[in-house]
């Protein structure tokens, strides 16, 4: 497995946690939205800073999806 699918299977994992949510529903919004590859290949960026701001990123593009 590449390191960016297993970074991103964390992120989705913490931020369904931190959505109070399963990976697997925070999947299929993502998917809806159309922001799940763009999430993905921001993996340079958001590997290197702290969780949150990431978290801060996807909500920001999850309104903007909406």
């Known amino acids: 497995m590449s390191r960016e699918m297993t970074f991103f299977m964390y992120l989705t994992e913490?931020?369904?946690?931190?959505k109070q949510s399963t990976s697997g529903e925070i999947l299929k919004e993502w998917d809806k939205l159309g922001i799940t590859d763009r999430i993905y290949?921001?993996?340079?960026?958001y590997h290197i800073e702290a969780i949150e701001n990431a978290f801060a990123d996807i909500d920001?593009?999850?309104?903007?999806?909406?």
């Open 14 to 18: 913490r931020y369904a946690e931190y």
């Open 60 to 66: 920001k593009m999850t309104k903007e999806a909406e």
């Open 41 to 45: 290949s921001l993996y340079e960026l």
